[in-house]
């Protein structure tokens, strides 16, 4: 069987950089706004939800800018509390939109289900 595993000494064409990632996300936001960016697959208690990339960005804003305004400065920070979905992407997303860093708390692991 062959090694698959990466070459710890090869190039990661650093200059390649585009920029940060929440900067990439606008610019597609604006490029494609009714292309879709997230879907919650379907599950036992709810149907399927799609969003687009306009969706998610204007959210994503309107939590960056609630947080700059209840103070957060740049490079603190916060704790996104949130499953697996559509709220987690505008909460890493808002987070990174105000400047600051973000640690995800996922519920599955706070409170894990009986096994």
């Given at each position: ?18 920029g ?16 879709t ?47 697996r ?12 939109k ?18």
């Amino acid at each position: 069987m062959a090694d698959v595993r990466p070459d710890p000494t090869a190039d990661l064409h650093w200059s390649r950089y585009r920029g940060a990632i929440h900067e990439i996300f606008s610019n597609n936001a604006t490029a494609a706004p009714a292309r879709t960016c997230v879907v919650e697959t379907a599950s036992s208690t709810a149907a399927e939800r799609r969003f687009t990339y306009r969706q998610i960005n204007e959210a994503s804003n309107t939590l960056g800018h609630h947080l700059v305004n209840a103070g957060i400065q740049r490079g603190e920070v916060v704790m996104v509390y949130a499953h697996r979905g559509v709220d987690l992407v505008v909460g890493v997303m808002g987070v990174l939109k105000a400047g600051a860093t973000f640690s995800v708390i996922d519920p599955a692991y706070v409170f894990p289900t009986a096994q």
